[in-house]
Structures are given as structure tokens and as C-alpha cells.
């Protein structure tokens, strides 16, 4: 498929990550799903192929050990991947990009380690009481002497399960404002294995089954100033920027399954017969196609013209968060569509789709649900006209 303003480099990308996806993913879905875990020579098989690909850590420039790809390229990396389990292309390797505010020793020991596939990092923001309201969160470090103790509990931690060390996001301190009490957020760098850090397992999902969320501990988990990862009470700012590349993925991979569940829809509307014709002649089948490839394309351009945005240096939070709202409810669209089409088929074990519909469900809610995207767009529209 040829998009607008993609060149020949750009599509060779896609179609590299799309050949490794159906050569190295797709055929251990069916074994993820049906034990919810993803076996360990697997998963070193996926991310040794992916190093001898090239492309391991490639959302970190060159300078880093990366692949240095730019937003547009990253993003048709991710909306590829998107065809496949999620559980099995986290081994493709894309370590967070805030790994890069590492300074000094923080460098030798967490980010270089993590861009050569050496050691896994996964973030923690999320607690049970603090979702959205990520201002609201309870997990604390305060001062003794020269070092810092985390204490509280964050939850809903992808790939905590496989990380070597996780980047916490706790509250620091608290300000007095005008709208009330706003707490100051610290990122900390956590080993696994550090005295009072514990990971338990969490809840089981009905969507992305083997990619696990975990639960986090912190008691009394004391971490000397060397763990903090840019400035201390500037966290915020680090998670916003990380926020801004979470997005982006999220839209990018909700159009990669959207693509893989309308081939489903399409190759079975021009096979399956009914009333002595191909289903796909009647205009009740053949209508839903034709939405839901708009749909698709829709949101695929959507995506990628905000990553160029980013790439040209020009503000993108309202465009990156239109992408991820459409794109993620857009996915919800296309695979309970696709399921019609199937009619009763489309919710049996013989297809896939059941999956991709129960997988899809949870786009719109992580990474920022779609009432906070919503959120976004419009406090920014309006903030321009002063209001």
C-alpha cells in the first residue's frame, strides 16, 4: 500500500518489519494465546533476529547504538509490528526513549545495556489510584541522608515481567497553586532485585494475552541520588515527551492490526457464497469494506502526519492526540466490522478475529484513554483563542 509522501526507503522499512512480523510472529500467536505465556528461547530467538536485523533499539539515534530512524520511520516500524502479538514483537526491542536523559554512569548501566538487547527496561506511571490523574499519584520517595525511599504501589506495568530494571515515575514533593495542591513527579531508574522492590504478578487481561501487566511494590525501597534519571521534581516533563512517542505507537499499531483484520474481511467476502453469489456483491458486505479501508487509510495518514511534525520541529500534542483517539477507537470500528462480515464464524476459534476484537478494546484506554485525548484537542484549540 502506497501512502502520500512515503519514499522508496520508506516502504522498503515497512516491508522488512512486515516480512519478519509473518516469518517470526505470526507463528507463535496461537501458542502465546493459548498459555498466556511467551516461552523464553522464543523470546531470545525474536530479539536475537531482531539485532541481526538491524533494528533492535532502532527508535535511538545513531550516536546511542541505534538505528537512528526519524518519528515517520519509527512509526512505520510500530504500525507493522502492530500485526502481530504484542506479547511476542516486545522482544523486537524498542527501549524507552527517555533512556537517553541517562547521564554519566547512568549511561554504561542502563542505556547503552538496553539499546544493545543486554538488559530490558519497562516504565511505571500507573497506580490504582492514579490512572489518568497521573497527578494523583500516591507511590512517594522523600529524602534521608543522601539517598531517597520509595514507598506505594504502582499496577497495570507492561513488560515489568521481562525488565531488568524499571523507570519509576513517584511524587517528590507538592506545590501550593491557585487550583490546589500539584504534586512534583521524580523518574527514578529501579534494578530489579533491589531491597524492598517487589514484582508480583497482576490481573489477568482478556486483551494482549502474554503480554502481562504487574504489579509493583515499594517498601521502604531505598535508592541513592545516582538513581535519579534527570532532574529531581522534573518528571513531568520526561513523561510528557515520552508520552508524546507512547501515542504515536499506539495509533500507528491500532492502523498495523487494522490492516491484518480487513485482509480477514476482505479475502472471506470474496470467497464465502450465499445465496448463490460471493457475499462481498451484496452492498450490505461490500459497503462495510469499502468504510472500513477509508477508515483504515484514514488514520494511517493521520499517524504518519503527525510524526512528520515531529520530525520537522513543529508542535504536534493536539495532532498526536487526534491520531491516537481515531486511530485506536477506529480499530474497534474495523474489528467488530470485520466480525459482521464473518457473521457466526467471525467469533470462532477457527479465525483469529475474537482476538484482534478483544485486543482492540484496550487501545482506547491505555497510553491515555480517548475522553483524555478528546481532552487535548480541544484545550488546545481553545487555548489559542485565549480561552
Known amino acids: 500500500m502506497t501512502v502520500y509522501g512515503l519514499t522508496e526507503e520508506h516502504t522498503m522499512i515497512a516491508d522488512t518489519v512486515r516480512s519478519f512480523v509473518e516469518k517470526e ?34 527508535n535511538f539515534p545513531e550516536s546511542a547504538g541505534g538505528a537512528g530512524l526519524n518519528h515517520v520511520e519509527f512509526a512505520l516500524v510500530e504500525r507493522e509490528l502492530g500485526r502481530g502479538s504484542m506479547a511476542l514483537n516486545h522482544f523486537f526491542g524498542r527501549p524507552q526513549n527517555i533512556l537517553m536523559a541517562c547521564e554519566g554512569e547512568q549511561i554504561e548501566r542502563y542505556r547503552d545495556p538496553a539499546v544493545r538487547g543486554e538488559r530490558m527496561d519497562a516504565l511505571a506511571m500507573t497506580e490504582p489510584g492514579a490512572g489518568s490523574d497521573v497527578r494523583g499519584m500516591k507511590c512517594s520517595a522523600v529524602r534521608d541522608g543522601g539517598d531517597w525511599v520509595l514507598n506505594g504501589t504502582k ?11 524499571l523507570i519509576v515515575f513517584v511524587a517528590t514533593g507538592e506545590d501550593q497553586t491557585p487550583r490546589g495542591p500539584k504534586k512534583r513527579i521524580t523518574t527514578f531508574l529501579v534494578d530489579r532485585g533491589t531491597p524492598g522492590f ?29 538513581q535519579v534519571l534527570g532532574e529531581v521534581d522534573g518528571g ?63 488514520a494511517d495518514l493521520l499517524t504518519l502526519a503527525a510524526a512528520d511534525r515531529l520530525d520537522k520541529g513543529l508542535p504536534a500534542n493536539r495532532e498526536i492526540a487526534s ?18 462480515v464473518h457473521g457466526g464464524m467471525g467469533l470462532m476459534d477457527d479465525f483469529p478475529l475474537e ?21 487535548i484537542i480541544s484545550r488546545e484549540m481553545l487555548r489559542a483563542l485565549g480561552a
Request: charged share 30%; with cysteine.
Open 355 to 375: 482476538r484482534f476484537w478483544r485486543d482492540a478494546r484496550v487501545e482506547r484506554i491505555w497510553d491515555g484513554t480517548s475522553e483524555i485525548q478528546r481532552h
Open 155 to 165: 499496577h497495570f506495568i507492561s513488560g515489568a515481567d521481562h525488565a531488568d530494571f
Open 323 to 340: 491520531a491516537k483517539l481515531y486511530a485506536s477507537e477506529m480499530l474497534g470500528r474495523v474489528t467488530d466490522a470485520a466480525i459482521q
Open 25 to 58: 510472529i505470526y507463528p507463535h500467536e496461537d501458542l502465546v494465546e493459548r498459555t498466556g505465556e511467551v516461552p523464553r528461547e522464543i523470546a531470545d530467538e525474536i530479539k536475537r533476529k531482531t539485532i541481526e536485523l538491524g533494528f533492535y533499539a532502532c
Open 236 to 298: 513531568f516533563a520526561v513523561m510528557n515527551e515520552w508520552l508524546y512517542a507512547t501515542r504515536i505507537t499506539v495509533a500507528t499499531m491500532s492502523v498495523g492490526r487494522a490492516r491484518r483484520v480487513f485482509d480477514y474481511a476482505l479475502n472471506y467476502a470474496a470467497e464465502r457464497e450465499q445465496f448463490g453469489q460471493k457475499i462481498g456483491k451484496f452492498q450490505g458486505i461490500s459497503f462495510q469494506l469499502a468504510d472500513m479501508i477509508t477508515e483504515i487509510d484514514a
Open 198 to 226: 517487589t514484582i508480583r504478578d497482576g490481573y489477568k487481561s482478556v486483551s494482549h494475552r502474554g503480554y502481562k501487566n504487574m504489579i509493583l511494590d515499594f517498601d521502604d525501597c531505598r535508592l541513592p541520588d545516582a
